[in-house]
């Protein structure tokens, strides 16, 4: 048996956002991971995760280099966007990253999520862009990545959650 497509347009916005957001929970070793987008006024962000930093500094590391130490609850902060549109070109990219990354406080990454094929130019543009504001990891998730996380026997579950179906055979 074969899979089509999977429908994420039958998916609200919203819900588009928490499917994206249930698949980055095992991306990174996350400290925490905030659904900015449900809220309203999301700063052109969705989803805001911060990465758990494993190199804390111990307090006696702290006197020595006369430094202070990072709060237990700080970490590497994340961005992710999530567009549910089906075509999204290189300028769109642009504009999106333009809408929301501020140069002079980028994040430590940035993810732009949509299920839409993206071609070599919109890869190319959404790297530059990112690069030119100082973000350190980035990733695009289009259909492609998209379907084949959700086609992975680890998320199941999502994939059952959101779209009703499910690849692993029942014994």
Known sequence: KT?????FEDLDPRRF???VRELAYDFKDWQSIEATGRGGNDDAFDIRAYERI??????SDEHDSGEEAAHPMEGRVWMFQCKRDKEIGPGRVASIISDGVNPKVPPYGYILAAPANFSKTSYDKFREELRKRGVMEFYLWGRAALEDMLHQPKNDHILFTFFGISLVSRR
């Open 17 to 19: 956002e928490d499917l």
């Open 54 to 59: 494993s190199d804390v500094t111990t307090e």
């Open 3 to 7: 899979l089509g497509p999977i429908h």
